[in-house]
């Protein structure tokens, strides 16, 4: 095993793991007939449908997702019905990050979350659904279903939350809310209960307000179908739903409580973080004594900043959340840092791709989540199979001078999403050559990141053919220059095209045109059925190339166009 991998450029000891799929190669490689498993690490999550409850578990405020296609007015839907004015401040008019809300209806709390609706946030929108009871799907009933509609859907079945669909726009001229309906029953088998199917939908303009009063009562009527309860009488646990650093506060979380009463004082332990919650506030930034399940807070108090997506859990003391933090964190290193030797580096080693097409990048975003999916989103870029990415470091908070050594290597790029660079640091970064770049909209970033992709690329070499001759005579062959004449037979002939020499239908060099002539005169070009003399010039590598009757040329335009991905 050793000895093949050494073969294909690794070199490993005998106390290294490999991946599955590096061990899946090797084994083809030498033959063997082994049978590799796979096994997975169960991820204690909480879970709807596997989490047993106790007969003491109380009653609890919906977890409602908003889902939808960019654009759809899924901000704009939750700006009315919160009083609040988000979408027309947002970067390029989309969501960017996972947002938690409450607002009360006939005395009944209801949780939403506001997902980004850009492809570039599957892993939040995915994150989201994991989360949620019900999935409020906004679809423009101008513009009807939606590549990130679906994915929507596809993500609030694969999690069993139920979806309501809320036909948006229908006072914009061109909304069609039975268009709308008959593509979602027809296409994706979502029967509106109108047409005796199960699936609700309330056509809405979040805009205007209207139809909101039904929305709701349908969100409060189905929460009721489902009984949804949540145990308080154990220690708090539930998921991170963003993380970022504050000057003078530094790492604080986003966190939806699912189980326990989370208070302040305790200490949590979120994978290799931990804290005590110093202070904790809702989502309006109030001050909050106590969280219960479906609840979303702001917490203060991890020493290190958690990440997006983690699990966390109350523990007992400080001491036990320091242990268990490191446990989580040894854990982790042992299934990741020790497996060093991955199916990437194999192939890498075996693939002929160029080295010098290699972009490193360095990721620094303002919250967890989104430097999640801007890493996620970069790796989807197709390079085709052309140039390698490697994101070398990921970081939650402003640009450091620690991420400018990181960005000072060649054909390195540091990606700033939602943060900034003080002054003296972009002089210090232009000084020390590093490239820079701050961006506040996801596919602005993406855009620019393909573009370096494709500066690294070597160009591409495109010939056009514009013309054949057949040399007829061959008068003189000096050091530098062939002198020939012949019949055009297809196209035209001018100077400076290369004229390839073709003997026997087998090409056998290269030469190129100095000059055109006809009965003496130096003219433009020859076209096809004249007769016309050619100075042909040589280079190095035709140094020794002759020309004999019959042999046939080829003439060619040479272009140098840069290549696209």
Not at 63 to 83: E, N, P, Q, R, W
Not at 436 to 456: C, S
Request: charged share 25%; proline share 3%.
């Amino acid at each position: 095993m050793i000895g093949e991998l050494f073969k294909n450029g690794i070199v490993a000891t005998i106390n290294q793991k490999l991946d599955y799929d590096t061990a899946a190669l090797i084994i083809g490689e030498l033959d063997l007939d082994e049978e590799i498993e796979l096994e997975r690490r169960k991820v204690d999550l909480p879970a709807r449908e596997d989490k047993q409850l106790s007969e003491g578990a109380v009653s609890r405020p919906p977890i409602v997702a908003i889902m939808g296609h960019v654009d759809h007015g899924k901000t704009t839907l939750l700006d009315t019905l919160l009083g609040k004015k988000t979408a027309a401040s947002e970067a390029g008019g989309i969501t960017q990050h996972i947002s938690a809300y409450q607002l009360e209806h006939k005395k009944r709390l209801i949780t939403l979350l506001d997902t980004p609706g850009h492809s570039a946030f599957a892993a939040l929108r995915q994150h989201s659904a994991s989360l949620t009871d019900i999935v409020v799907l906004v679809v423009a009933a101008d513009d009807g279903v939606k590549p990130q509609t679906v994915e929507a859907i596809e993500f609030a079945k694969s999690s069993n939350a139920k979806i309501i669909v809320a036909i948006n726009k229908i006072d914009k001229p061109g909304a069609d809310v039975n268009r709308v309906m008959a593509e979602l029953a027809s296409e994706y088998n979502m029967n509106p209960e109108e047409w005796g199917g199960d699936t609700i939908m309330v056509p809405i303009s979040a805009k205007e307000g209207k139809n909101l009063d039904q929305l709701l009562e349908m969100i409060l009527l189905l929460a009721d179908v489902e009984d949804l309860r949540a145990d308080q009488d154990i220690p708090a646990c539930g998921l991170v739903i963003e993380s970022h650093m504050e000057v003078g506060r530094g790492p604080i979380a986003n966190l939806l409580i699912t189980g326990g009463v989370l208070k302040a004082g305790d200490f949590i332990v979120a994978a290799g973080s931990r804290g005590k919650v110093r202070t904790m506030f809702d989502w309006r930034g109030k001050p909050k004594g106590k969280a219960t399940p479906a609840t979303p807070v702001t917490v203060v108090g991890f020493k290190d900043l958690p990440s997006f997506g983690d699990y966390f859990a109350e523990v007992d003391s400080e001491r036990g959340a320091r242990r268990m933090a490191e446990s989580n964190l040894a854990r982790a290193q042992e299934s990741s840092a020790s497996t060093n030797v991955t199916n990437f580096d194999l192939l890498r080693k075996m693939s002929d791709i160029d080295n010098s097409a290699e972009l490193n990048v360095v990721v620094k975003a303002d919250v967890g989540g989104s430097a999640t999916s801007v890493v996620d989103s970069l790796r989807l870029i197709d390079t085709q199979g052309l140039v390698r990415l490697n994101i070398i470091a990921t970081g939650v908070g402003n640009i450091t001078e620690n991420d400018l050594a990181l960005a000072r290597g060649a054909n390195t790029i540091l990606y700033g999403f939602n943060v900034d660079i003080s002054p003296a640091l972009k002089k210090l970064a232009e000084q020390a050559g590093a490239k820079v770049r701050t961006f506040r909209i996801i596919y602005e970033l993406l855009d620019d990141a393909k573009h370096e992709m494709e500066q690294l690329l070597a160009p591409e070499i495109v010939e056009t053919i514009v013309g054949k001759l057949s040399v007829k005579g061959v008068f003189r062959h000096a050091k530098s220059e062939i002198i020939a004449g012949g019949e055009v037979l297809d196209g035209k002939v001018s100077a400076g095209l290369i004229a390839k020499v073709l003997r026997d239908k087998a090409e056998i060099g290269e030469l190129t045109v100095a000059k055109v002539q006809k009965e003496k005169n130096t003219v433009d070009n020859a076209v096809a059925g004249e007769m016309c003399g050619l100075s042909l010039t040589r280079d190095a590598k035709s140094a020794k190339l002759t020309l004999q009757i019959g042999d046939q040329l080829e003439f060619i335009e040479r272009q140098i166009k840069a290549r696209k991905l």
